[in-house]
């Protein structure tokens, strides 16, 4: 679809890596309420939903699934509340700061140094890319790309192997102009032994070797937690909604 400028105007403020990977052409859909001369606009990418420009239940339509609905302002929020009475959960997530110089590299590779011995750091590549797409806890990890092939063209990421197995990895949820939007995931039993660090630590460290930016937006403390000691520094807390499927 050809880019309204008006729809750029709609989100320019806003610092969300989601958002530009949509607007740059990369992923996700825009939904417009009027095709011609636009004035509030959607857009989904993934699990995402970003709403600006006038407030228009219209938009609404087009959501299917559970979701997460991010108002621009106060008045999308009043909408969203009042459109699916009883189906959102209002939650915070955590913009993190962009800052290209605030990782220290010696202290993202000590962490990589502690793996112990009985795990295997790797590249994600085709073997590790089937495996993320075949359990809940790992399927985000690939899961905005077509197949392998596309990840490959347009992705990079790592992975922790334990005895074989898939237990920790980190890789974009998104890709936007030289930079991407960090997802880590960790098997649930295997959590609290410090995969997830060492997992973003490597993932940072490629993404500085090719002058990629590692973008990171935290979905609860816990994630800011880790985001702060990785190097990032947080931003301001923002409302969201969880939506319920139909």
């Known amino acids: 679809m050809k880019m309204h400028s008006n729809v750029a105007a709609m989100f320019n403020d806003w610092d969300e890596a989601l958002i530009w990977s949509c607007l740059q052409g990369h992923m996700g859909n825009i939904i417009l309420d009027n095709e011609k001369n636009p004035a509030s606009a959607m857009i989904e990418t993934g699990d995402f939903c970003f709403f600006a420009g006038q407030p228009n239940t219209a938009l609404f339509h087009d959501i299917e699934g559970e979701k997460l609905l991010i108002p621009k302002d106060e008045t999308w929020e009043a909408l969203i509340e009042n459109y699916f009475d009883g189906r959102v959960n209002k939650i915070f997530r955590y913009a993190i700061k962009k800052e290209p110089d605030v990782f220290h590299v010696a202290k993202l590779a000590s962490f990589i140094s502690s793996l112990d011995d009985c795990y ?3 590249m994600i590549d ?21 197949d392998y092939a596309d990840y490959q063209r347009r992705a990079f990421g790592v992975s ?38 060492v997992c973003g630590a490597k993932l940072i460290l490629e993404c500085l070797a090719r002058n990629v930016y590692p973008s990171w937006d935290a979905h609860d403390l816990r994630s800011v937690a880790l985001a702060e000691k990785l190097g990032y520094h947080l931003s301001h807390p923002y409302v969201t909604y969880e939506l319920t499927g139909r």
């Open 120 to 122: 295997e750091l790797r």
């Open 160 to 197: 922790i192997l334990h005895n074989g197995e898939l237990v920790a990895g980190a890789s974009p949820y998104a890709v936007y102009n030289n930079g991407i939007e960090i997802e880590i995931d960790t098997r649930p039993d295997y959590r609290g032994k410090g995969l997830a660090t």
């Open 126 to 146: 085709r073997e590790v890319y089937e495996l993320a797409g075949k359990e809940a806890w790992s399927v985000d990890l690939c899961s905005q790309f077509k």
